[in-house]
């Protein structure tokens, strides 16, 4: 099992730019904005590391009952 390392990047890059952005809005006055865009960029990563689990889940599943993807 290659272990890929495009998904540690992947949510550091979502991290860096939505912090930037969060940083941005906030020093403009726009609070209430720049909340909504750490949460949006909360639930982008969420979305990508619950594919993850499930690819992963689904190898496990795959190791366990001999069967193939």
């Given at each position: 099992?290659?272990?890929?390392?495009?998904?540690?990047?992947?949510?550091?890059?979502?991290g860096i730019i939505?912090?930037?952005?969060?940083?941005?809005?906030?020093?403009?006055?726009?609070?209430?904005?720049?909340?909504?865009?750490?949460?949006?960029?909360?639930?982008?990563?969420?979305?990508?590391?619950?594919?993850?689990?499930?690819?992963?889940?689904?190898?496990?599943?795959?190791?366990?009952?001999?069967?193939?993807?």
């Amino acid at each position: 099992m290659l272990i890929d390392a495009t998904i540690l990047f992947q949510i550091a890059g979502i991290g860096i730019i939505t912090a930037l952005i969060h940083t941005v809005l906030k020093q403009v006055g726009k609070e209430d904005i720049a909340q909504f865009v750490s949460l949006v960029g909360f639930i982008i990563v969420l979305i990508i590391v619950i594919h993850h689990l499930a690819d992963l889940f689904q190898q496990i599943k795959s190791v366990f009952l001999l069967k193939g993807l």
